[in-house]
C-alpha cells in the first residue's frame, strides 16, 4: 500500500489506547503475585472461554489459514478435527489435577508427582518452546504492519511486544483476558468483512465457484489416504493431532492458567468447551477463504503466501478498512503474546525463581519479580521473531512444525503421571532425552510429515521412560496420590464429594456435557462430508 490515510490510522490507534487503558484499569486491581497470575478467581467463563480462543487462533490464523488453504484446499481443515476428543480429553483427565491443586503453574503437579527435577525440565521445555511459536506470532503480525504501513518488520515486532507488554505487566492474567476478549470481536468482524467482500468480488456464483473448485478436488475435507507422509488427512487430525492438541491444551501453562482463574472447577470446564464447539467454524471460514482466493486470484502464486488476506483487503475502496483489518491481526496477535508473556513469567517466577533463588520472599516482591520477567521475555522473543522474517511458507504451518518437537515430551510427562503406576522421576528424564532424538531423527532423515512428530516423540519417551523407571527404581508398591487411580481411592477413602454442582471433581470421570461435546464431533464429520458431497 502506498498509503495509510487518516481514517485507517485513527480505527487502529484507538483499538491501541483502548488496550493499554484497560491493562491500566486493571492494574488497581493488582495488589499480589496470586491476582497477577490468577485474576483472584473472578472473571466470568465465558470471557475465559473467549480466551482460550483467542489465543490459539490468533495472527497466525488470520493470515496463515487462507495461505495454507490457498496451496491444498480445504482438506488442511482435517488438522482441526479433533478439538471436541481434545477438550474432552483435557477436562476430565487433566484439568482436575491443576484446578483442584490451587497453584498457579500446572508444573507444580509434576513435582508431586516425580519430583523437582521432572518439574524443571518441563518449565525450561515450556519456555524455550512457547518463546519460539510467540515469536511466530510476532512475525506473522509485523508483516501486516509492514504491509500497509511501510514500518520495517524489524519495528513493527518491536512496537507490537511492547503494546503487549504494557498492558500485561499492570494488568496480569485480568488485562489478558479481558483484552482477548475485545480482540476476538475485533478479529471476527474484520474476517467476516473479508469474507463478504470476496463473495461480492467473485468472478461466478458463490455456488458455482464452489463447484468448481470441487471439480479441482478443493473443497474435500475428508482425505482418508494412510500414509505419514501427507499433512493434511483425516487420520493425521484425528490421530496425531488429537495428541498434539491435547498437549497444546492439557499440558500447556498458556493455556491452563487462564482456566484456573475460574470461579470453580464447572467454570473452568465450561470454558474449554467453548474452544471444543467453536474451533471448527472458525478454521472453516479461514479455509474457506483461502480456497475463494485461489479461484479470485486464478491460482496465481504469491511471494509471500501470508499476504494474500491483506493484498485483497488492499483493493477493496471500504473506509477504514484498512484500520479494521490491521486492528484485527494486531489483536490476534497481541491475544497470543499477552498470554504468553503472562505464562512465562509465571513459570519463571513460581518454577524457578521461588524454587533455587528466594523461596520466602513477601508476596509484594514476587509480584515485582513477575513484572520484571515479563519484561525480560517480552525482551527476548524479539529475536527469534525476526528470525521467522526469511519463512515464505505459511506462518500457520511453520509454528505448528516449530510445537512439534516438543510436545511429545509434554504428553508423555503428563501422561505417564496421571495413567502410569510405575514411572519414576529418574525415568522420565531419560525417556524426554529418547523423545527428543527419535523427533530429531525423524524430522532430519525421514518424510515423515510434522504432525506425527507429536505421536513419535511421546511413544519413545513413554517407551523408554517406563522401561526405564523399572529397571533403575523397580515397581511401585501402590499407585501415587497424583495418578488417576491414586485420586479415587484417596475420593473414596477421605469420603470426598466426587462432583461440584453437575461437573466431577474427581479426575478420570466423564461429564454429561462432555457426551454432547463428543457427538458434535461425529456431526461436524459428516457435515464436512455432506459440503464436498452437495456442491
Known amino acids: ?144 504492519i509492514e504491509f500497509i504501513t511501510g514500518v520495517p518488520v524489524e519495528w513493527a515486532i518491536v512496537i507490537v511486544t511492547v503494546i503487549a507488554l504494557l498492558y500485561t505487566m499492570m494488568g496480569g492474567i485480568a488485562a489478558v483476558i479481558w483484552t482477548d476478549v475485545i480482540q476476538a470481536g475485533i478479529l471476527l468482524i474484520g474476517a467476516l468483512v473479508i469474507f463478504f467482500a470476496l463473495i461480492d468480488q467473485l468472478p461466478a456464483p458463490l455456488v458455482e465457484v464452489l463447484s468448481s473448485l470441487k471439480d479441482e478436488g478443493r473443497t474435500d475435507a475428508l482425505i482418508t489416504k494412510l500414509s505419514l507422509v501427507e499433512v493434511s488427512t483425516v487420520w493425521t487430525g484425528i490421530i496425531a493431532m488429537t495428541l498434539f492438541h491435547i498437549t497444546v491444551y492439557g499440558a500447556n501453562q498458556m493455556m491452563v492458567q487462564r482456566t484456573l482463574a475460574s470461579k470453580n472447577i464447572g467454570d473452568a470446564k465450561k470454558s474449554y468447551m467453548m474452544m471444543g464447539y467453536g474451533a471448527i467454524f472458525i478454521y472453516f471460514l479461514f479455509f474457506l477463504i483461502g480456497i475463494l482466493f485461489y479461484r479470485y486470484y486464478e491460482g496465481q502464486s504469491f511471494e509471500n503466501g501470508n499476504t494474500i488476506i491483506l493484498d485483497f483487503a488492499s483493493t477493496l475502496a471500504i473506509p477504514g478498512l484498512m484500520g479494521l483489518i490491521a486492528a484485527a491481526v494486531v489483536a490476534a496477535s497481541m491475544s497470543s503474546v499477552d498470554s504468553a508473556l503472562n505464562s512465562m513469567s509465571t513459570v519463571s517466577t513460581v518454577d524457578l525463581y521461588q524454587k533455587f533463588v528466594k523461596a520466602d520472599a513477601t508476596d509484594e516482591h514476587y509480584l515485582k519479580v513477575s513484572r520484571n520477567f515479563t519484561i525480560f521475555w517480552a525482551a527476548l522473543i524479539i529475536v527469534p521473531a525476526i528470525l521467522y522474517a526469511n519463512s515464505e511458507g505459511s506462518i500457520l504451518e511453520v509454528l505448528s512444525k516449530v510445537g512439534s518437537y516438543f510436545v511429545g515430551a509434554k504428553l508423555s510427562l503428563f501422561g505417564l503421571g496421571i495413567f502410569s503406576k510405575h514411572t519414576t522421576e529418574r525415568g522420565i528424564l531419560i525417556g524426554i532425552v529418547a523423545g527428543f532424538a527419535a523427533v530429531w531423527y525423524t524430522a532430519t532423515q525421514t518424510d515423515i510429515s510434522w504432525p506425527w512428530y507429536c505421536a513419535i516423540g511421546g511413544l519413545f519417551t513413554a517407551s523408554v521412560a517406563l522401561i526405564s523407571s523399572l529397571v533403575l527404581d523397580g515397581k511401585a508398591e501402590a499407585y501415587n496420590e497424583y495418578t488417576i487411580a491414586g485420586q479415587r481411592i484417596r475420593f473414596k477413602q477421605e469420603q470426598l464429594e466426587e462432583k461440584q454442582g453437575n461437573w466431577y471433581v474427581v479426575p478420570g470421570k466423564l461429564d454429561n456435557a462432555s457426551k454432547y461435546l463428543l457427538a458434535f464431533f461425529f456431526v461436524t464429520i459428516a457435515a464436512l462430508w455432506l459440503f464436498n458431497y452437495l456442491l
Open 1 to 144: 500500500m502506498n498509503t495509510f490515510g487518516l481514517d485507517n490510522w485513527a480505527v487502529l490507534i484507538v483499538y491501541l489506547v483502548a488496550n493499554i487503558f484497560l491493562g491500566f484499569a486493571l492494574s488497581r486491581k493488582i495488589k499480589s503475585a496470586n491476582d497477577f497470575f490468577l485474576g483472584s478467581k473472578n472473571i466470568p467463563w465465558w470471557a475465559i472461554g473467549i480466551s482460550v480462543v483467542a489465543t490459539y487462533v490468533s495472527a497466525l490464523s488470520f493470515l496463515g489459514g487462507p495461505a495454507w488453504s490457498y496451496d491444498e484446499g480445504l482438506s488442511v481443515i482435517a488438522i482441526h478435527l479433533n478439538y471436541p476428543l481434545v477438550i474432552v480429553f483435557v477436562i476430565t483427565f487433566l484439568l482436575p489435577f491443576f484446578y483442584n491443586s490451587g497453584v498457579a503453574s500446572i508444573h507444580d503437579y509434576l513435582e508431586r508427582r516425580f519430583g523437582l527435577k521432572a518439574r524443571t525440565v518441563m518449565s525450561l521445555i515450556f519456555l524455550t518452546s512457547q518463546a519460539l511459536t510467540t515469536a511466530a506470532v510476532l512475525y506473522a503480525t509485523a508483516l501486516v
